[in-house]
């Protein structure tokens, strides 16, 4: 149970690790500074990367966790603490909880994060598209832009 409990504590740092990270590129976004957007994705996928990682060496340990309580390898942190002694138990399931409720931020911000970048990928889009002389009229089911005819513009030179 030791083991487990070292390798969730690691988890647990790195969750906390990227919802920092995500925060950080949400406030690039936001900020429109997007010459910092690119090392924030780097940053956020690099937290991933070491979370893949992570889990290896957590689904190892709770295998082993699980077969000293004579169950299978499979089975969930929640019924590993629930069949463990004290103290092991409430630390099983403080860090079950802790998972929780870090996972419901984590998607939040994610999701977020996803539509700060959609909306500025559209601005993009649709300035570019009137700098063509386009204008973009509605979005096809994909979110890709649908433009009419070029429209035609009036400049009054005489200011």
Do not use: C
Not at 47 to 66: F, I, K
Not at 84 to 94: A, F, M, N, V, Y
């Amino acid at each position: 149970m030791e083991k487990l409990s070292l390798v969730l504590w690691q988890e647990r740092d790195l969750m906390d690790t990227l919802l920092y990270r995500l925060e950080i590129e949400q406030l690039v976004l936001a900020s429109g500074r997007s010459e910092w957007l690119m090392r924030a994705a780097r940053e956020v996928e690099s937290t991933l990367q070491s979370m893949r990682e992570t889990e290896v060496l957590r689904a190892v340990a709770a295998a082993e966790a699980a077969e000293a309580l004579g169950r299978p390898a499979d089975t969930p942190l929640r019924e590993l603490a629930e069949l463990s002694d004290e103290p092991w138990r409430t630390t099983l399931l403080d860090h079950h909880e802790v998972f929780t409720v870090t996972l419901r931020r984590l998607v939040d911000l994610a999701n977020a994060n996803r539509h700060l970048l959609t909306q500025g990928y559209q601005s993009a889009r649709e300035t570019l598209m009137q700098l063509a002389g386009q204008q973009a009229d509605s979005y096809s089911p994909d979110g890709s832009a649908v433009s009419s005819a070029p429209a035609s513009q009036l400049v009054d030179r005489s200011v």
